[in-house]
């Protein structure tokens, strides 16, 4: 099975930062990777597909970037609706893994 | 709307049989996989499998073989997990999923694009 390494664990941020949260697969993924913002007492939202494509509606703030191995999720400027936690899934092969999540957290 | 929506929080005792329920409206049900999502209290997410409705294939993974099962009636776009004995460590919110793909020059990307709203289950004597 991939294993899916994140990091930050949490992460505090103010307001208009630039942040940015990295993906690790153990082995190559391509492209074959996802990012989900999750809220509390909320269900998963899918924001970026094949590593680097935005989900229609997500805001043009949020990029993506990577492949094989080492994948970026970067919030260009923070807003107050995006202190949430962050996971990442590849979808190389199944089973889908995630990473353990990344909590951003307001400074 | 595209949207899954599951059945209500349950509450069981060790030991009892429990099957949650999920329910797609807005597409056909029967061309998307479903996906199953374990959310322990305070975790992360994890994969548990999907679920062709239209065929009812199952694709579980190792982790969750054997521990639970998953059914789907295509005559009303509803997607089951269930348990036979339940134990405490199944205590969590469940999710399911739609598998979407994105086709990028016939390679298929998968995602799960749509979410139903989670049903905590919680487990306890």
């Known amino acids: 099975d991939i294993q899916m390494t994140q990091s930050p664990s949490s992460l505090s941020a103010s307001v208009g930062d630039r942040v940015t949260i990295t993906c690790r697969a153990s082995?190559?993924?391509?492209?074959?990777l996802n990012w989900y913002q999750q809220k509390p007492g909320k269900a998963p939202k899918l924001l970026i597909y094949?590593?680097?494509s935005l989900q229609s509606g997500v805001p043009s703030r949020f990029s993506g970037s990577g492949s094989g191995t080492d994948f970026t999720l970067t919030i260009s400027s923070l807003q107050p609706e995006d202190f949430a936690t962050y996971f990442c899934?590849?979808?190389?092969?199944?089973?889908?893994?995630f990473g353990q999540g990344t909590k951003l957290v307001i400074k | 709307e595209v949207q899954l929506v599951q059945s209500g929080a349950e509450v069981k005792k060790p030991g009892e049989s429990l099957k949650i329920s999920c329910k797609g409206s807005?597409?056909?049900?029967?061309?998307?996989?479903i996906g199953w999502v374990r959310q322990m209290p305070g975790k992360g997410l994890e994969y548990m499998g999907i679920?062709?409705?239209?065929?009812?294939?199952?694709r579980y993974s190792p982790s969750f073989q054997g521990q639970v099962t998953f059914s789907a009636d295509k005559s009303i776009s509803t997607a089951y997990l269930q348990w036979s004995s339940l134990k405490a460590s199944d205590t969590a919110i469940y999710y399911c999923?739609?598998?979407?793909?994105?086709?990028?020059?016939?390679?298929?990307?998968?995602?799960?694009?749509?979410w139903g709203q989670g049903t905590l289950v919680t487990v306890s004597s």
């Open positions: 807005g597409y056909s049900f029967t061309n998307y996989w």
């Open positions: 999923a739609r598998r979407y793909y994105y086709d990028r020059s016939g390679y298929y990307f998968f995602t799960f694009d749509i």
């Open positions: 082995q190559s993924i391509n492209s074959y």
């Open positions: 094949a590593a680097s």
């Open positions: 899934q590849q979808s190389f092969s199944t089973p889908y893994s």
């Open positions: 679920i062709y409705p239209g065929d009812s294939d199952t």
